[in-house]
């Protein structure tokens, strides 16, 4: 068979032109459908959405599957994106005119891994606003990629499955709304704490109880810098 032979394969204008002219049809039908729109090539701009890309990258379960979805997603092939707790589903634009449904389940954070985050995030977090802007210390980045108590899920707390026909264990369209879900976290930071069934207002008010027990039991101790009252006065010459 000669190069000839082979199928062209369609740019990356015709894909989004595609992509657009299905996601048209379907706002027909439901004017309340909500896609996953990149625009140029970067797919995060902001902390959660960069930080969400790069813990999946991170393992190496997914680090060889999940490129396969970059060009889904810049190309605007997630069509509809849905995150609600522990659930996403999602509809995704296939490389022909079929369309195909994602669902992607995540487990809702466990009391262990509640713990041991608001251990480590002792009076680091002041506001909910600074915990959606992600402007946080830079050490404590490990509260959400941390592998073992992280608030990030690892590969085993991810479950997935695709109506396309492929059989790989991750499928491009599962890979594309993987990073569809990076893109609505750096619009919406809010939904990663739905998604994980996380109070965020609970997250800081554990913090600065925290902060706050600490004050107390410190109340009644002397700092080391302290001078007696007799010291004070053999100093002074009184």
Same mark, same amino acid.
């Given at each position: 068979m000669?190069r000839?032979?082979?199928?062209?394969?369609?740019?990356?204008?015709?894909?989004?032109a595609?992509?657009?002219?299905?996601?048209?049809?379907?706002?027909?039908?439901?004017?309340?459908?909500?896609?996953v729109?990149?625009?140029?090539?970067?797919? =995060?701009?902001?902390?959660?959405?960069?930080?969400?890309?790069? /813990?999946?990258?991170?393992? =190496?379960?997914?680090?060889?599957?999940?490129?396969?979805?970059?060009?889904?997603?810049?190309?605007?092939?997630?069509?509809?994106?849905?995150?609600?707790?522990?659930?996403?589903?999602?509809?995704?634009?296939?490389?022909?005119?079929?369309?195909?449904?994602?669902?992607?389940?995540?487990?809702?954070?466990?009391?262990?891994?509640?713990?041991?985050?608001?251990?480590?995030?002792?009076n680091?977090?002041?506001?909910l606003?600074?915990?959606?802007?992600?402007?946080?210390p830079?050490?404590?980045?490990?509260?959400f990629?941390?592998?073992k108590?992280?608030?990030?899920?690892s590969?085993?707390?991810?479950?997935?499955?695709?109506?396309?026909?492929?059989?790989?264990?991750?499928?491009?369209?599962?890979?594309?709304?993987?990073?569809?879900?990076?893109?609505? &976290?750096?619009?919406?930071?809010?939904?990663?704490?739905? &998604?994980?069934?996380?109070?965020?207002?609970?997250?800081?008010?554990?913090?600065?109880?925290?902060?706050?027990d /600490?004050? &107390?039991?410190?109340?009644?101790?002397?700092s080391?810098?302290e001078?007696?009252?007799?010291?004070?006065?053999? &100093?002074?010459?009184?």
């Open positions: 000669s000839n032979d082979y199928p062209k394969q369609p740019s990356v204008a015709e894909k989004k595609r992509a657009k002219k299905a996601l048209e049809k379907l706002r027909k039908k439901n004017p309340d459908i909500e896609p729109i990149i625009e140029g090539r970067t797919l =995060a701009r902001n902390w959660w959405g960069k930080a969400w890309n790069q /813990n999946l990258e991170s393992y =190496a379960d997914y680090s060889n599957r999940i490129e396969r979805g970059r060009s889904y997603v810049r190309n605007n092939a997630v069509l509809d994106l849905r995150i609600s707790k522990g659930s996403v589903l999602a509809l995704v634009q296939g490389s022909g005119s079929k369309q195909y449904s994602v669902r992607i389940e995540i487990d809702t954070l466990s009391s262990e891994k509640w713990d041991r985050v608001t251990e480590i995030c002792n680091r977090i002041e506001t606003e600074q915990l959606v802007d992600g402007k946080f830079k050490e404590l980045e490990v509260l990629t941390e592998k108590y992280g608030l990030f899920p590969p085993g707390e991810i479950r997935f499955g695709c109506s396309c026909p492929d059989w790989a264990v991750m499928c491009k369209h599962v890979a594309a709304v993987l990073y569809g879900i990076g893109s609505r &976290l750096d619009a919406d930071p809010m939904l990663f704490f739905e &998604l994980r069934d996380i109070d965020g207002q609970e997250l800081v008010k554990k913090s600065m109880e925290r902060k706050l /600490n004050m &107390l039991k410190n109340a009644g101790k002397r080391k810098r001078i007696d009252t007799e010291d004070v006065n053999d &100093l002074f010459g009184l």
